[in-house]
Structures are given as structure tokens and as C-alpha cells.
């Protein structure tokens, strides 16, 4: 190879290409059109920075840009008749070759860089994954890279360049429209283009992606290379040997490459481009497939609707790229099959039959809210096991951390045992004396089945049966009989895990200074007091001997509140309540414990009503805090924060609560480790014992209430809270497993169109503001008709003229139609507030839509004016170039003309 031959061509095709304004035209279009493949409605409609929307219509795209940029590479040079001149020249095929496909090539790079203007509007409208960007563009660059050698196969077959660039689509359009074909042909489409771009699309750079596009390179260079050595041997006599020749050759190398690239994709790597590495597969998860029997193979089949509602694209995108990961990285312990699934489908009847129904999600889409079915659950099979889990991946899900738990709990023949302690709180469901109702049982049992084997355990079985953790949840309402046997587990030295309350708000009747339910006596007996009492709780619900044995003080009537408020947006719902945050930027010296593997990496947990522990002076275990208040905390107690109320004399929370001075630099112990050695009682002969313990006591039970499950899966208000990782860690660590830890605590970062959002706050605030004029407005009419009732009333009072018996009948009478009245009033009333809100509501959407008009059109008419400046000045330089040199004799004398 003479590089410098090569070198000649290549500059002599890139600089003809840029010679005119042809092709700063070709380039304009070529941004305009991605520009408006990329910021169409539905991009604003997802709210993500990312060029997601063009990733979907690139190859497309390509299939139209491509042909025109290769079209001329040798039908023009043939039709000029400067293919002889060309070949003539001291240069091999495959030099001239090489040289043309460097050129084009070139000329597709620097079209490429000049879309790089998305990318800048997307930094304008938000702030884009940098590291996706590069994965998104180096995919485009191999791709057009790799259809660039096809359309020259086109160009080298004909004379014309337009039947070149109808050639050039349809035999582009052959790798192309492999994604296309039935799903079921697994080969097939992974051999499309599409599928091959989508880990660049994701933000992963694949190897096997990247020698898919150079094998299509490789075989259309060759079969171009076989196009132009004709001209030695067309019309020849061993023409048609030739010809089968060479067919053969190229069926054989496609044969090749086919194979390698099967091959090779089960074995290439994937690196990771994004910023949070959402791709990069854990060491957890790495272990957990390593760990997978190779006699018990995993088939993961994901059924994920095509379009899903905007909430849950960051979730789609995050899923399957771990998905494809999990692909490569599990051979033959772990495959995966990704189906597309839509309502009324054969897909949509197999998702069915593994349990998987599709979720009505609301969202909202061009100014109004509508419903979606949307499928987005994997089930993970192995022989005749089979685990559905989750059904349903939701905003909030922890994606590798649910695969990955699903995965070893599928593949794994012996789980872990937690035993869930039998106390009032009935964690574990059943039927309740006081409601007279079955009540199910809580999440956190739900999402312990998924990782460990769950079991209710009663005080009098425990030490009867092994358990590698116990949850005991309000073991303040046990028996003193019960509570002895639970002690005495506590300390023989048994894992357990102690979460209890001063005031559990999802149940105030949970609450330690609360006498027990009465049990028995069903029926109306039972709720009017009938039915045996119920035998006390140990210690009046102080639980004393558990204090002693941990060593520790508690305060069961003691509830700590705190001043410090990271959501504002929250303190009307939250008004009158005991909410604790504790958060990284609390002010405490410490709120999370980094050295504990529990607590390390959370950011933030949200207790109402939590209790506080500390050590006392004699103990001797280790006292480790997990989770403290800020510095702005204090105290309160029971009859400060309580008031009496409810139809079975239950107790409410206090609507004013005057709160102590809080003493400067106190923060209050929630939640803490104790473990150790301690002095046992002496054995039988006088010797000295000794036990040990391992507990963690939690001083909050409502942290682990469903609402808390709902607010991560819904990921509500945009709360980030670690409560149910915490408590899960809890578990993990006390059961001495700590595979999961790590991948809990894994997010994503959630990049959306933040000018577009600022843009629309002030709509918002005003839409709120005239929200809350209305509801005043109508509170005020509603009050000025009750005001009337009450003053006809006091005017009958008032008349002393009437005897009783009639003041008492004209006063029914009067009250009567008042109500009538007041009952017709207020219905006015509120229909003409819905009336304004409704006005307001849709003035407002309609607003929010024209940003987002105008946002998308900014974008769209930007994207190209790059282009459009170097063609003009291009252009204007060549005209004056032109005019350069010639004698004015020869100009047109435009006014003679």
C-alpha cells in the first residue's frame, strides 16, 4: 500500500464534494432533518436531555442522507468519462479505492460535526449526559461509516447517479430493515442495524457493535473491489467463471463474517460512557451471574411495551440496557429474551400467563392526561422454577438491584431464614378483632420474600427452630410470657432486628403506652367491650427487660422532633407532625454512620414520631449510632404530643404542640447497632458466663409503613428516601449478607429539560395562585349564606312574640329551608369554582404548550444555521474568487445591459 496515492484521492474527492455549495446544502439538510427527528413533540412530551427521539429514526435517516453523499463516487466519474484518467494513474483498485471511501467518509465526519449543534440546543434546554452524547455519536459514526460502503456498491454498478441513489436505499435498506423481521428470528435481528446502534443509543460503546459495522465495511469494500477489477475481465472469455468466482468469494466472506459476529457477541465487551455508569455491572452482579449453576440456566424474558408514558422512559431505557448487559455477560447460565409487547398480542397473552398484567398509568400528553397499559416486567424461569419479579418495574425501582435479587433467587435451591416475630402489629396479615376485617400483610414482609425464606414465628418457637435473622416489629405490645422467651432469644445471642415506636402513627393503637386490643368475643360483643380483657403488656409497654438486655434506655412515651425541613413543599400536608429528616445536609456532625455498610451512601430517611435510645453509664456492649436527628432536635412526651380521640378511645396526634427550646449541638440517636459480649448469669457449677449480642434497635416503626414503599416505587414528589433500604440493609447485615448492599443504593441521575421546566414554574405558580383565590372565594360566599342561615335563626330566637311551641316550629321550619337554600348555594358555589379552575387549567396547559412549541421550534431552525454560515461564506468567497483576475474590459456593464 502507497499511503500517499491514497492520500492524493482522498483529498482530490473531499475537496470536490466542498468545492460548491452543494454540499454545505447537503449538510443544512442533513442537520434540519435530524434537528427534526430529535426535538419532535414527543421529545418534549419526555422531559429527558437526551437525543433519544433522533437515536430511534437514525438509521432511517441514514437510508436517505447516506446515497446522496456516494451516489456520484462513480457514476459521476464514469458519466465525465475521468474513470479512465483515474485508473490510469500509477495506483492500485484498492489505493484509488481506499482513497474514494476516505473521502466520503470525510465528508459524512464533517456532516457529523456540524450536528453537533443538537447537542449545543440540548445543552440550552437542559443539561445532557456528556458521556451519552460521545456513545451516541460514535454510534452514528460507525453506522454511516459502515452504509457509506454500501451506497458506493450502488455507485459503482451504474452510470447514473440518481438510479446510484436508488440503489444505494435499497441496499442500505437491507441491514437496515432486519429489525424489522418476525422477533422470534433472534439472528436476524441481531444482524440489523438498529439493533447493533441501540448500546450506542443507550450510552455503551459495544465492541461487537463495533466489528458489526466494520464487517459490513470489509464486505462492500470487497464487493467494490470485485465491481472495479471487472473492467480487467468483463467480455472475456472466462467472463462467466469469473463472475461465479467472485460471487462465491463474497458468499463465503459474508458467511465469515456472520459467524464471527455471532461469536463475538457473546464474548465482546460493552464499556460504559455514561456519568453514573448506569450500564457498568456491578461487582455484586457480576458475582450473583458467576454464582448462577450452570445446571440450572436462568432465561430472563422482559415484556416492555413499545411506548411507554415519559415517567418511565428513563426506567426503559435503564432496563434494557442492564438487560443486554446481563446478555453478554451470563453466556449460557443466563440468557435473555427483550419482547415488545402491546395489548391484545400473542406477546401480551404470554406476559399473562407468567403473571404479568399491564399497568393503567396516567400521564400527560399535549396538554391533557390520558391512560396507558403499559407492560414493563421480567420473569426469570429456570427448569420448573419460575419467579415474577417485579411484575412491574415502576419510576422509583431499583433496576440491577431487583434483577439481581430476582436472579439469585431464582437460581439459588436454599434461601437465607428471617423469622417475623408474632406481635400486635401483625406484620404478616390476618384477621383483625378491632376493624373486623382481614388485613394484609405489610410490604417490608413482601420484600423479604423476594431475597430471603419468610416465616411468622411466635415467642414460644424461637431457639425451637433456626433463623438467621428475627424482625420483631412492636415487641413493646408482647406479654410479659413473651417477652421473657423473645429476651431470652435476644440474648442467646440471636440476629434480631427491633423496630418499635412511642407513637406509630399509621396505628396509634400500636403505641407502647396503649393498653393491648381486647382479643376474642367477636361481633358487636367484642366492640362494646364484651369478650375476656386482655392480659397486660410487659412492663405497661416500656419493654424493661428488653432495655436491660441490650443496655440501653428508651423512653416509650418520649417522641422527638426536629425544626430542620429540607421540603418545604411538604410542611402544610406534614403540619401538626412529627417528620425527622435525616439528611446529608442536616447540619450533624454525623446523621448517617459512613462507617457502618448500613448506612453508608444513604442520603436521606424520613421517621414521624421516632423515639430516641442511648446507652446507659454500666453498659457493656458496643453502642454504634446509625441514624441521628439535626442539631435543631428536641423532645417531647406523650401528653404533650397526644390528644384522646376516636370511636374506640384511641389516641390522635396533638394539633398544638409546644416544643422546647432545642439544646444547642443535642442530636438524638434513632436508630443503633449494639452488639458485644456481657457478663451471663453463673453456670450451674458457679462459673462465670457470658452472652452475646447482635441487634439493631429502630425507634421508628411508621419508616417502614407501605406509604413509604409507595413513595419509592412512585418516587412521589420527587423524594429520594432510603427508607426501605435501610431497614433492608438492616436485615442484610445482621443475616451477614451483603451482596445487595452496594446496588441499593445505586441511582441514576434524572436529566430533564430544566430551562423548559423554569419556563413553566411561573405558569404553574399562577395557575396555584388562582387555584387558591377561587377556593377562598368560594369559602367566602359558603360563609356569607351560613351566616345568613344563622342570623335567620337568631332573628326567631330573638322574636318575643311567639309562644315556644310555634317559635320552636317557624325555627324547624326556618332551619329547613335555610338548608335547602344553603345546599343550592353551595352547589353554585362550587360549580362556579370548578368552572375558574377548570379555565385556569387549560389557560395554563395551553401556555406550557406554546413553550414547548416555541422551545421546539428554536430548535429546530438553530440546529442548521451552523451549516448555512459556512455555505454563505463558502459561496461568497468562491464568487469573489472567481471575479478575481479578470480585467474589467470583460465584466457585464450592467448598465448598458
Known amino acids: 500500500m502507497r499511503w500517499h496515492v491514497t492520500l492524493a484521492v482522498w483529498k482530490r474527492t473531499l475537496l470536490s464534494y466542498f468545492s460548491g455549495v452543494i454540499g454545505y446544502l447537503f449538510i443544512t439538510a442533513f442537520v434540519a432533518v435530524g434537528a427534526f427527528a430529535a426535538f419532535r413533540e414527543t421529545f418534549f412530551a419526555n422531559n429527558l436531555a437526551n437525543l433519544d427521539q433522533l437515536n430511534q429514526w437514525f438509521p432511517w435517516l441514514l437510508l436517505v442522507i447516506i446515497p446522496a453523499i456516494t451516489m456520484g463516487v462513480w457514476a459521476d466519474e464514469r458519466k465525465q468519462g475521468t474513470d479512465e484518467l483515474l485508473f490510469t494513474l500509477p495506483a492500485t483498485d484498492l489505493e484509488v479505492l481506499l482513497g474514494k471511501y476516505f473521502g466520503v467518509l470525510s465528508v459524512y465526519t464533517v456532516a457529523l460535526v456540524f450536528s453537533l449543534s443538537h447537542v449545543i440546543v440540548l445543552r440550552s434546554l437542559g443539561y445532557p449526559d456528556i458521556g451519552l452524547m460521545v456513545a451516541n455519536y460514535l454510534g452514528f459514526w460507525f453506522a454511516g461509516a459502515a452504509l457509506l460502503s454500501c451506497g458506493m456498491v450502488a455507485s459503482a454498478i451504474t452510470n447514473s447517479a440518481t438510479v446510484a441513489y436508488v440503489l444505494g436505499m435499497v441496499i442500505g435498506a437491507i441491514p437496515v430493515g432486519l429489525g424489522l423481521v418476525n422477533a422470534n428470528w433472534r439472528l436476524l435481528t441481531s444482524l440489523s442495524v438498529g439493533e447493533q446502534f441501540a448500546d450506542f443509543g443507550l450510552g455503551m460503546v459495544s465492541l461487537a457493535g463495533v466489528l458489526y459495522f466494520v464487517s459490513i465495511t470489509v464486505l462492500m469494500l470487497y464487493l467494490n473491489l470485485v465491481l472495479l477489477a471487472r473492467r480487467h475481465w468483463a467480455g472475456g472469455p472466462h467472463a462467466s467463471t469469473m463472475w461465479v468466482h467472485y460471487v462465491t468469494r463474497a458468499v463465503c466472506l459474508a458467511v465469515v463474517l456472520v459467524g464471527v459476529n455471532v461469536v463475538a457477541s457473546n464474548f465482546m465487551t460493552r464499556f460504559d460512557f455514561t456519568s453514573e455508569q448506569l450500564y457498568s455491572l456491578s461487582p455484586a452482579t457480576r458475582k450473583v451471574v458467576k454464582d448462577v449453576p450452570a445446571s440450572r440456566p436462568v432465561l430472563i424474558q422482559a415484556f416492555i411495551s413499545p411506548e411507554v408514558p415519559k415517567e418511565y422512559v428513563q426506567v426503559k431505557s435503564t432496563l434494557i440496557g442492564l438487560l443486554r448487559q446481563l446478555d453478554q455477560l451470563g453466556g449460557d447460565r443466563v440468557r435473555v429474551r427483550i419482547v415488545d409487547t402491546e395489548r391484545f398480542t400473542e406477546q401480551a397473552d404470554d406476559a399473562k400467563r407468567y403473571g404479568i398484567e399491564p399497568q393503567r398509568q396516567q400521564s400527560e400528553r399535549g396538554g391533557r392526561f390520558v391512560s396507558d397499559d403499559v407492560f414493563l416486567g421480567t420473569v426469570m424461569t429456570t427448569g420448573a422454577d419460575e419467579a415474577v419479579i417485579p411484575p412491574f418495574f415502576d419510576v422509583g425501582t431499583p433496576v440491577e438491584y431487583e434483577l439481581m435479587r430476582s436472579l439469585r433467587t431464582v437460581s439459588q435451591s436454599k434461601r437465607l431464614k428471617v423469622g417475623m416475630l408474632r406481635t400486635d402489629a401483625k406484620v404478616t396479615g390476618g384477621f383483625d ?12 414482609v413482601t420484600e423479604l420474600k423476594k431475597q430471603y425464606d419468610v416465616k411468622e414465628v411466635g415467642p414460644d418457637e424461637l431457639g425451637k427452630e433456626p433463623f438467621d435473622v428475627v424482625v420483631a416489629i412492636m415487641p413493646s405490645s408482647l406479654n410479659e410470657p413473651d417477652m421473657q422467651k423473645f429476651v431470652a432469644f435476644v440474648d442467646a445471642g440471636g440476629p434480631t432486628l427491633i423496630i418499635d415506636d412511642p407513637f406509630p402513627l399509621t396505628n396509634t393503637t400500636l403505641a407502647p403506652k396503649q393498653p393491648k386490643p381486647k382479643q376474642g368475643g367477636g361481633g358487636m360483643q367484642g366492640m362494646f367491650g364484651g369478650g375476656p380483657p386482655p392480659e397486660p403488656k410487659a412492663d405497661n409497654g416500656e419493654a424493661k427487660a428488653l432495655q436491660n438486655a441490650l443496655g440501653i434506655a428508651w423512653d416509650s412515651g418520649e417522641a422527638v422532633w426536629d425544626l430542620y425541613d429540607p421540603h418545604p413543599e411538604l410542611a402544610e400536608m406534614l403540619a401538626g407532625i412529627s417528620a425527622v429528616y435525616v439528611a446529608e445536609n442536616s447540619g450533624g ?65 396533638s394539633p398544638n404542640v409546644s416544643l422546647r427550646i432545642p439544646q444547642k449541638g443535642i442530636e438524638h440517636v434513632l436508630a443503633a447497632k449494639i452488639k458485644g459480649t456481657k457478663p451471663g448469669p453463673p ?122 311551641r310555634t317559635k320552636t316550629v317557624r325555627l324547624r321550619a326556618a332551619e329547613e329551608n335555610e338548608r335547602r337554600r344553603l345546599e343550592v348555594a353551595k352547589a353554585e358555589i362550587d360549580a362556579e369554582k370548578n368552572k375558574k379552575l377548570e379555565q385556569a387549567q387549560g389557560e395554563a396547559e395551553r401556555k406550557v404548550s406554546q413553550i414547548e412549541k416555541s422551545r421546539q421550534t428554536l430548535a429546530c431552525l438553530l440546529s442548521p444555521i451552523p451549516a448555512l454560515i459556512v455555505g454563505a461564506f463558502v459561496f461568497a468567497r468562491r464568487v469573489s474568487n472567481e471575479r478575481m483576475g479578470i480585467v474589467d474590459e470583460r465584466l457585464v456593464d450592467k448598465k448598458k445591459a
Not at 433 to 444: A, K, L, V
Not at 773 to 785: F, I
Not at 796 to 802: F, G, R, S, W, Y
Request: hydrophobic share 35%; aromatic share 8%; net charge negative.
Open 433 to 444: 378483632m378491632q376493624s373486623f376485617r382481614q388485613t394484609p400483610e405489610w410490604r417490608i
Open 589 to 653: 456532625s454525623r446523621p448517617f454512620n459512613i462507617d457502618s455498610p448500613v448506612t453508608v451512601g444513604l442520603q436521606e430517611i424520613l421517621l414521624l414520631y421516632p423515639g430516641q435510645i442511648r446507652p446507659r453509664e454500666d453498659n457493656k456492649l458496643d453502642f454504634i449510632p446509625l441514624l441521628r436527628s439535626s442539631p435543631k432536635s428536641t423532645t417531647t412526651l406523650w401528653d404533650e404530643y397526644t390528644t384522646s380521640g376516636g370511636f374506640f378511645g384511641g389516641v390522635a396526634p
Open 683 to 804: 453456670g450451674p457449677d458457679g462459673t462465670p458466663t457470658s452472652t452475646k449480642i447482635n441487634a439493631i434497635f429502630v425507634a421508628d416503626a411508621d419508616m417502614i409503613s407501605d406509604t413509604f414503599f409507595t413513595v419509592r416505587d412512585k418516587n412521589w414528589q420527587n423524594l429520594k428516601l432510603d427508607n426501605v433500604t435501610f431497614i433492608l440493609n438492616c436485615v442484610d447485615d445482621l443475616a451477614g449478607d451483603d451482596t445487595f448492599m452496594a446496588l441499593r443504593k445505586r441511582r441514576p441521575k434524572h436529566r430533564t429539560l430544566t430551562s423548559v421546566e423554569q419556563a413553566t414554574v411561573q405558569l404553574k405558580s399562577e395557575f396555584a395562585e388562582e387555584a387558591r383565590k377561587a377556593n377562598d372565594e368560594a369559602k367566602g360566599k359558603l360563609k356569607q349564606a351560613e351566616e345568613a342561615l344563622q342570623a335567620e335563626v337568631k332573628k326567631l330566637q330573638a322574636d318575643t312574640t311567639m309562644d315556644n
